[in-house]
């Protein structure tokens, strides 16, 4: 399931319309209690889920014509809308209480370890460094895995390859999903637009919500890293083959990116909400396919081919690499 704390996400889009507050003793602080904000924790993980769900389906073949995506995006904004009357909440309530977790560190911190328990793994700002791998090929060849793996000189906190561009695509899809709530809302669909952009390359945009390296660096990288990892002397065939799995949908991930991009940037250049909501829901489809990848020949699986693996599939044939290697 993919979530991130919708509180970060719609900060940067409240910081659009709202003056920047200088200090914190300026900021105002939540009137959510405890259990409110746990309670729209689970909300938020009930519409991931939804999400997540509907997105699987949009990505699909068979689902590809833009009847059948309309239809599935309705039904998407039904199911979020049940989900929130079900909580006893209006839209209006949910909203507001979104914006309030925003500016409230506290009020975050609880509303994180909810949705860390719901997700049973650390939200992507949160989550460290991967560890070391148990056993890495010797020499130069377990170099170039645990730059992909676990840590490398110039990312965030120098964490792995793989992890950044996952925490970034976590991100765009995220912005992605958030443009597409609003529909007749122009400016509201430029802004998180903006905001995959950064994500997905801060040379464009340089600021915004992602770790500031960007989901194109990063898995570029990644299948440069891995393919230098099966060249190297003494490498296994084990190592070779995944390889080619794990570079082939790190650069599948890098042509969504491009595409993401330009239809990023079109939805910028939009003068009416309708022109924008149509692209936003192709922006949205496209986005969730950078971690989990497409169907392209719609027999029922993803695999580490062109069009098809996304970073999920680099990340299972990384593990099996590893796991073989042991």
């Known amino acids: ?8 996400a719609l900060l940067f889009a409240a910081l659009t319309t709202r003056s920047t507050v200088t200090s914190a003793q300026q900021r105002p602080t939540t009137t959510l209690s405890r259990d409110e904000i746990a309670a729209l924790a689970k909300l938020e993980s009930a519409i991931a889920r939804t ?11 068979r689902n590809k014509k833009d009847e059948q995506q309309r239809e599935l995006r309705g039904k998407l904004q039904e199911l979020v809308a049940q989900s929130i ?34 997700a049973g793994a650390p939200l992507p700002s949160q989550a460290p460094a991967a560890a070391p791998a148990a056993a890495l090929p010797a020499g130069a060849v377990g170099t170039h895995i645990g730059h992909v793996a676990n840590a490398f000189a110039d990312t965030p906190n120098r ?7 996952i925490a970034e695509a976590r991100i765009a899809a995220q912005h992605a999903s ?11 669909m430029k802004t998180h637009a903006a905001h995959v952009i950064h994500a997905l390359d801060p040379s464009i945009i340089a600021t915004g919500p992602g770790q500031g390296y960007g989901v194109k660096k990063g898995a570029a ?22 390889a080619k799995h794990i570079a082939t949908s790190a650069r599948n991930t890098v042509v969504r990116a491009d595409q993401i991009i330009a239809l990023a ?35 029922a699986r993803i695999t580490p081919d062109a069009g098809e693996g ?3 599939t680099a990340d299972e044939h990384l593990k099996l690499m590893l796991t073989m290697e042991r």
Do not use: C, W
Request: glycine share 6%.
């Open 51 to 61: 999400r997540d769900s509907i997105n699987i389906l949009l990505s699909q073949a």
């Open 159 to 165: 964490q792995g390859l793989l992890p950044t561009a």
């Open 178 to 188: 958030l443009a597409s709530r609003q529909p007749t809302n122009l400016e509201y």
């Open 85 to 118: 009357q079900k909580a006893g909440l209006s839209d209006a309530d949910y909203r507001r209480r979104t914006y309030e977790i925003s500016f409230d560190m506290a009020a975050r911190l609880v509303y994180d370890s909810v949705l860390v328990t719901l």
């Open 221 to 242: 990288a990644v299948a440069v890293h891995i393919e230098l990892a099966a060249t190297q002397p003494g490498a296994s065939a084990n190592v070779g083959l995944h």
């Open 310 to 312: 996304g970073l999920a």
């Open 265 to 299: 940037q079109r939805i910028q250049a939009a003068t009416t909400a309708a022109d924008a909501a149509g692209l936003v829901s192709q922006m949205a489809s496209l986005a969730d396919q950078l971690i989990n990848g497409a169907d392209a020949n719609g027999d």
């Open 1 to 8: 399931m993919t979530v991130r704390p919708i509180a970060v």
